[in-house]
């Protein structure tokens, strides 16, 4: 009598156990296949447990999830400054352009999300020690692909499309509200060298929903992604003579001197500001957040209220000019 | 008697032609460089600008950015001119260039060290990085001296003082905290954004050294000359390289710093004046010098004026123009 009645509890167990197996994995959505921007196929076989990034922006999304990263790259050998409370153990794995990968080794990531035009040559590398995801940032949708993406890598498919709806749903209301009849510029200093940033690149792309308009304009190559950005001489940024100007500056130094910058619009009118390392690394669910509302902010005070949530080091403020 | 003096008047012929075809692009290239950039400004604004003032854009677009590059784009030009006929005639070296001493490495290695490590304003960098190119061709020259300051050695004394600062240069451009990618611009060689207090740094030192090359043309036109003769005639030649190698030094430290190292052009204009003059002529410093300086001057406001309408940095026309011409150059040479 014993004997079936064992066979059915075993039976009965198995089943058990497979159906947990199945709901288990069913949950998690385990394995993944995955598309990145390289064009490339990634299996992840089970939920990562150690992520590193290679940008701002899988440090970023971890954050988003109240997760943190093992490791990420740095900017000017400093850890992204707007996530700075959220990265309290995070290691420095260098330059974006140059991991230290015996460091990111020792981490053992069994996921590694980076940028693709700094990742790429090395790849093989990043394979070895872990999955490796590379995306474009450059663009809005390359940032709302890579959100969704990297989402569904880290088992959280649908909080990636709940971001990405929220963020979507912040932007137009923002645009709504935006009353418009400016004109900007984001630069990034290299040296006492200027760049200026085109349409398609997403901080200005934010911009221009906000209904600035980008005086830089559209990129000559449209149709390439790269270069997003070009050097601007000074004559061409008088010509320019924007009403706004959004500079990131690596240093805290002041911006290099030339006679030009007193003359333009911008200056004059105390509408020459500082901004943090978060509109170049802009691509993030938080950093396209927090930018999105500094920048409304910045171009319509009366309209819109200062964020809270940045730290002090990230912050925007009034551009600083060296003396002759 | 008869054919010397139609070979002189010749001569003399060529050296005016050269001297109109100069001016001409000289001024060519300024009214040209007046006229191009982001603001259009035609050549009418901009002469009446230049000569009557106004308080309005275009006249700060003329006066405050266009004429500061264009005038620090000439005496950088004849600046180093004349340094690449002082270097090539001390060197006795057809190739040899002012950056021969390892000025321009040493200059370079000082504004980048200074960008790096101390964040310097403007008028310091400048300072520096002529310091930076006197210290590197003194150190040349100290190393070169014991052999009398021998061709031979001098050159490779420069080459190894070149090098090193070079060596310098990578490392601290690899191990930069900030963003250095600003700094490949200056070091390529450019003109653009270049304002009064480039020039103003600039122009003294150049005055001084085209003065100071000018007075020592007897002692260059001897050092052509054979060792022995030179020894023969009373003159010190180690003396006398060093003093030269000086000038050489001062107009180019100060042309480095301001502009970059702009490729070519001390090596390429000697031989456009020797093609264009002749050797005969040449050999006389008294001509070559100041038309050294005239052509070199010419050769880098036309390169700029190609470079801004280009909008790339004229250190990249330099190079790509002068690499060819120097080839032409050497084969019409080589075949005359």
């Known amino acids: ?324 | 008697m008869n054919n010397h003096a139609a070979s002189l008047s010749l001569a003399s012929g060529r050296i005016w032609w050269v001297i109109a075809a100069a001016v001409t692009a000289l001024c060519l290239a300024t009214l040209w460089s007046m006229t191009q950039g982001e603001m259009p400004i035609t050549y009418r604004a901009a002469l009446t600008q230049l000569f009557k003032p106004e308080n309005s854009v275009e006249g700060f677009v003329i006066w405050e950015m266009r004429l500061p590059r264009v005038l620090t784009g000439a005496f950088a030009g004849a600046g180093l001119g004349m340094a690449g006929v002082i270097m090539q005639s001390i060197s006795r070296n057809p190739l040899a260039s002012p950056s021969l001493t390892g000025v321009t490495s040493g200059a370079a290695l000082a504004m980048v060290g200074g960008y790096i490590f101390f964040n310097l304003s403007l008028s310091w960098m400048l300072l520096a990085g002529t310091l930076g190119g006197f210290a590197a061709a003194l150190t040349t020259f100290s190393i070169a001296w014991k052999t009398r300051l021998d061709p031979t050695h001098l050159v490779l004394a420069g080459m190894s003082v070149s090098l090193f600062c070079a060596a310098g240069i990578m490392t601290l451009l690899v191990a930069a905290a900030n963003e250095a990618n600003g700094l490949y611009f200056w070091l390529v060689g450019s003109l653009a954004d270049r304002t009064w207090d480039h020039f103003d740094l600039l122009y003294l030192w150049v005055l001084c050294g085209l003065l100071a090359g000018l007075l020592c043309f007897r002692p260059l036109n001897l050092l052509a000359m054979d060792e022995e003769v030179c020894e023969m005639l009373g003159l010190s030649t180690r003396r006398w390289r060093l003093l030269l190698g000086i000038i050489a030094v001062v107009l180019t430290a100060a042309t480095v710093a301001v502009a970059g190292p702009i490729a070519f052009a001390g090596l390429l204009v000697p031989h456009i004046v020797r093609l264009a003059i002749g050797n005969g002529h040449y050999s006389n410093h008294l001509t070559a010098l100041p038309l050294a300086a005239l052509v070199g001057a010419a050769l880098i406001c036309s390169a700029d004026a190609l470079a801004k309408n280009q909008g790339v940095p004229v250190g990249i026309v330099s190079a790509i123009l002068g690499g060819p011409l120097l080839l032409w150059l050497i084969q019409t040479q080589a075949s005359v």
């Open chain 1, 1 to 324: 009598m014993l004997y079936p009645l064992t066979r059915l509890l075993c039976r009965t167990g198995a089943l058990l156990y497979l159906m947990g197996l199945a709901t288990n994995g069913a949950a998690s959505g385990f394995p993944v296949e995955l598309v990145d921007s390289r064009g490339k196929t990634v299996i992840i076989k089970k939920e990562p447990e150690n992520v590193a990034s290679i940008a701002a922006f899988g440090a970023d999304l971890m954050a988003a999830f109240g997760r943190e990263v093992v490791g990420v790259s740095s900017m000017n050998n400093k850890l992204p400054l707007y996530l700075q409370p959220r990265l309290g153990s995070t290691v420095d794995l260098g330059s974006a352009h140059e991991t230290n990968l015996e460091r990111l080794t020792e981490l053992k990531p069994d996921l590694t999300i980076g940028l693709r035009t700094y990742t790429e040559p090395f790849q093989n590398q990043f394979e070895k020690i872990g999955a490796f995801l590379a995306y474009d940032f450059i663009s809005l949708q390359d940032s709302l692909d890579a959100v969704v993406s990297s989402s569904r890598a880290l088992g959280k498919a649908a909080n990636g499309e709940q971001l990405n709806q929220h963020f979507l749903a912040t932007l137009d209301a923002y645009q709504q509200h935006a009353p418009g009849g400016l004109s900007a510029l984001f630069i990034w200093h290299w040296g006492d060298i200027p760049w200026t940033y085109y349409d398609h690149h997403m901080t200005v792309e934010l911009m221009r929903a906000l209904k600035v308009d980008n005086a830089l304009g559209a990129s000559p190559t449209p149709k390439m992604a790269n270069p997003h950005a070009a050097v601007i001489t000074m004559e061409q940024l008088l010509a320019l003579n924007p009403d706004v100007i959004l500079s990131f500056q690596s240093g805290d130094e002041p911006i290099a001197y030339h006679p030009v910058w007193q003359r333009l619009k911008a200056v004059k009118n105390n509408r020459a500001y500082r901004v943090g390392d978060h509109y170049p690394q802009v691509h993030g669910p938080i950093a396209r957040e927090l930018v999105l509302k500094e920048m409304a902010h910045i171009f319509y005070p009366d309209q819109f209220s200062e964020p809270e949530g940045i730290p002090d080091s990230a912050r925007f403020k009034p551009s600083q000019f060296a003396k002759p």
